[in-house]
T-cell receptor, first 113, second 118 residues
């Protein structure tokens, strides 16, 4: 079946450094790739998304790149801050109706002051 | 915009009882809602897709008679965990698919309901 692999599972960086999280997907028909941030005990919040007709998208310190040929997409966070510490999930849309998403396993990001 | 609420935020129940969780889209209409469960330190696992006015679609391995879903209106979906057992203890999160500022495939999540079955 469809799956999304996400790496690394944990990431520790110093404040001000960049963080990169990578995901690969299996369904070549996937066309929507959101990234969610989830703080402990809270809801996942959409931080950025990209669609298959775009190769890169940026929103202030956050950017996402998509390589359709290789079926992978990445999240880039620059100038990290302690409040960026959270679990980040990538997701890919599943074809077949209802706009379902399949999620990666998550990356626990820790930003140290 | 794009606010989704869930009620209750947490619930403790005895084994064998049923628990109903509500998911509401507060400022937009959602013809489709999704129900997920999330175990500690794990990812979101899709349980079912809830469509207004029709039967829910369950993912493989999810018992439809145990997890009853009703999508009675464009702003409300309910998940009822019937005859709950300790292994049903989890974080249940709903999401609503909407046009509120995003595309037709953007999911907005509720705050989740933590279910503990004793």
């Amino acid at each position: 079946g469809e799956n999304v692999e996400q790496h690394p599972s944990t990431l520790s960086v110093q404040e001000g450094d960049s963080a990169v999280i990578k995901c690969t997907y299996s369904d070549s028909a996937s066309n929507y790739f959101p990234w969610y941030k989830q703080e402990l005990g809270k809801r996942p919040q959409l931080i950025i998304d990209i669609r298959s007709n775009v190769g890169e998208k940026k929103d202030q310190r956050i950017a996402v790149t998509l390589n359709k040929t290789a079926k992978h997409f990445s999240l880039h966070i620059t100038e990290t801050q302690p409040e960026d510490s959270a679990v980040y999930f990538c997701a890919a849309s599943i074809t077949g109706g209802y706009n379902k998403l399949i999620f990666g396993a998550g990356t626990r990001l820790a930003v140290h002051p | 915009g794009a606010v989704v609420s869930q009620h209750p935020s947490w619930v403790i129940c005895k084994s064998g009882t049923s628990v109903k969780i509500e998911c509401r889209s507060l400022d937009f209409q959602a013809t489709t809602m999704f129900w997920y469960r999330q175990f500690p330190k794990q990812s979101l696992m899709l349980m079912a897709t809830s469509n207004e006015g029709s039967k829910a679609t369950y993912e493989q391995g999810v018992e439809k008679d145990k997890f009853l879903i009703n999508h009675a209106s464009l702003t409300l979906s309910t998940l009822t965990v019937t005859s709950a057992h300790p292994e049903d203890s989890s974080f249940y999160i709903c999401s609503a698919l909407g046009l509120a500022g995003g595309g037709t495939d953007t999911q907005y999540f509720g705050p989740g309901t933590r279910l503990t079955v004793l």
